[in-house]
């Protein structure tokens, strides 16, 4: 995504309702996830989304082995219930994952 759109994005939100950031919830979950085991899932199941759900795309981008980026979305999903068939849903949840990526970026 391009990042100026997620920009205007955040400072929307946090313009308007600065002690709320509405995200998808499995997003929350994931990125809750991450804090608390020192994980990427984020960055990963957003890289998959990306990459139009290639497992071998994915894994060339993030530059690790494709049985590693298999088994990262293998974990996301055996944890997490990603709503992969309900279009709506994926769109929301791709954006949050996005903007919380975006977030963590610019906290650094």
Request: glycine residues 0%; contains cysteine; aromatic residues 12%.
């Amino acid at each position: 995504y391009d990042y100026c759109f997620l920009d205007t994005l955040y400072e929307t939100i946090t313009t308007h309702l600065p002690q709320k950031l509405y995200a998808h919830h499995v997003a929350v979950q994931i990125s809750e996830y991450d804090q608390h085991n020192h994980t990427d899932f984020i960055k990963n199941l957003y890289e998959y989304l990306a990459c139009n759900h290639s497992i071998n795309l994915m894994a060339k981008n993030l530059e690790i082995h494709r049985n590693t980026a298999n088994y990262r979305i293998t974990r996301i999903n055996e944890l997490f219930d990603i709503p992969y068939e309900d279009q709506k849903e994926m769109t929301a949840l791709e954006l949050s994952l996005g903007l919380l990526r975006y977030i963590s970026k610019s906290d650094h």
